[in-house]
């Protein structure tokens, strides 16, 4: 999948009144453009903090930490639909409401 970084801020900004009714500040950053460039979402709640990073190659890496543990998880992505960039963004969202697991 070629993803278009316009349409994962799209997806970002279509979930914001979400994030922000449960008290999730978020903000999205885009890097430069390059052969693989990327853009990403810092998340922070009360007791997480997470990190979804996208490149246009379609692979995504999510970072979480749980901040009154130390807990630090790492998911790996490779997306190749739409509904792969929703399913990122729902795990997202999930984890920021949940404790971290261990995946």
């Known amino acids: 999948m070629n993803l278009d970084l ?7 900004t279509a979930r914001a009144s979400q994030w922000n009714r449960t008290g999730v500040r978020w903000k999205l950053h885009r890097g430069p453009t390059r052969d693989k460039s990327a853009a990403w979402i810092v998340c ?3 007791d997480r903090e997470a990190q979804l990073t ?18 630090l ?17 729902n795990d997202l969202t999930h984890r920021l409401a949940s404790a971290p697991s261990g995946t």
């Open 54 to 71: 996208v490149w246009t190659s379609g692979e995504a890496e999510l970072d979480l930490a749980q901040i009154s543990t130390g807990t």
């Open 6 to 12: 316009d349409d994962f801020a799209d997806a970002v």
């Open 44 to 46: 922070t709640t009360t």
């Open 73 to 89: 998880i790492s998911t790996h992505y490779e997306m190749s639909t739409a509904a792969d960039l929703t399913a990122c963004l």
